[in-house]
């Protein structure tokens, strides 16, 4: 069955515009300058997201090709944001959902002594109590925030090591995208792909450092699908250096390869009443199943990491930027 595809773009004069991805086109949408106002309408007129879609098509297109490669007018925008207010879009995750991931910080934190570390703790109790029957509460997972909606970056944005980090490194995974109703319920718009890009040197010096390490710009794109298929995806993750393949793995995602079930993720990210905040908007990343770090490569300035999931549309690409200016102190001034 075929998905829907959209996008969201801006020109030289900041005039944003959401289309319809038509391969090889992007068939603009009438009188919609993002997804967050598309999805709010589609709800206050209780109407199917994708039935709205439909009806707002116009005959105006151009092709994705330039787009896509940054030779065009138009620009890719995130593939979700709030348009008005950074502030009014949380980005967060979830981790320690799949196997590898846990191994993966397995090893960052294993000592001498022969134990389960707290990650793989974590990860086993998702195994164990991540999946509930319906109707019922599971085990909670890890959680992490991410930052706010300025730190989201669009397809062919660098991401950046800023001066105060210790690395920088490309996490695959997908995304979802939902947003919050006049009364305080969250809906699910769809799923993007995602680099929920990290600091791991940082997280690996003590795992408390876990939160710090987080607070780094992400990016999701270039397309929002909009389904509710959640069972599987397959893709890879790749990292080029100076045009030549560093290093390269398949990825897998889904709730066939996760420790928790997407009902039970959700309910524990909207379970806080401050998550369900009308009008906010939210980006939740749903894990890793591998990264380079992992594998011992450490990124450098200019690296090209890609992401793509079968399912979610192109592949979304970020190079990595390393500031080199040096730390300065950031006074507070008392009033």
């Known amino acids: 069955m075929e998905t ?5 773009l801006s020109d030289a004069s900041r005039q944003r515009r959401v289309a319809l991805v038509q391969e090889p086109l992007l068939r603009f949408l009438q009188n919609t300058t993002s997804i967050y106002a598309l999805a709010l309408d589609a709800i206050q007129n209780k109407q199917p997201l994708t ?8 005959d105006e297109s151009i092709d994705y090709q330039p787009v896509y490669d940054g030779q ?7 593939a979700f944001d709030h348009p008005e207010d950074p502030f009014g879009c949380l980005v967060s995750g979830t981790g320690l959902t799949h196997k590898n991931s846990a191994l993966n910080r397995q090893m960052m934190h294993e000592s001498a002594v022969e134990k389960p570390t707290d990650s793989m703790q974590i990860y086993q109790w998702g195994l164990e109590g991540g999946s509930p029957e319906p109707g019922t509460i599971g085990v909670q997972p890890e959680w992490f925030y991410k930052g706010n909606g300025s730190m989201l970056r669009a397809h062919g944005q660098s991401l950046d090591v800023p001066e105060y980090g210790d690395d920088g490194g ?3 995974e997908v995304a979802g995208v939902y947003i919050v109703d006049e009364a305080g319920t969250p809906w699910r718009i769809g799923f993007c792909t995602g680099n929920e890009f990290s600091d ?3 997280e690996k010096k003590n795992y408390l450092y876990l939160a710090p390490s987080k607070l780094r710009q992400c990016a999701i794109g270039p397309e929002l699908v909009v389904t509710d298929d959640f069972s599987e995806w397959t893709g890879t993750v790749s990292v080029d250096r100076s045009g030549t ?4 793995s398949p990825i897998r995602t889904g709730e066939k390869n996760m420790a928790h079930s997407l009902q039970n993720l959700e309910y524990h990210h909207f379970k806080y009443e401050a998550h369900r905040l009308p009008f906010q908007a939210h980006v939740h990343f749903f894990g890793a199943d591998a990264f380079s770090f992992g594998q011992g490569i450490a990124l450098q300035d200019g690296d090209l ?3 793509e999931w ?3 549309g192109r592949a979304l690409q970020n190079p990595l930027r390393l500031i080199n200016t040096t730390e300065q102190l950031l006074t507070v001034k008392a009033l």
Do not use: C, F, N, Y
Not at 72 to 78: E, F, G, Q
Not at 245 to 248: E, H, K, Y
């Open 4 to 8: 829907t595809r959209l996008v969201q």
């Open 51 to 58: 039935d709205l879609i439909q009806s707002r098509l116009s």
């Open 72 to 78: 065009s007018a138009w620009k890719l925008l995130p």
């Open 170 to 172: 490309e996490e695959p």
């Open 200 to 202: 791991h040197i940082m």
């Open 245 to 248: 393949s560093l290093w390269a």
């Open 305 to 307: 990491m890609r992401v």
């Open 310 to 312: 079968d399912g979610l």
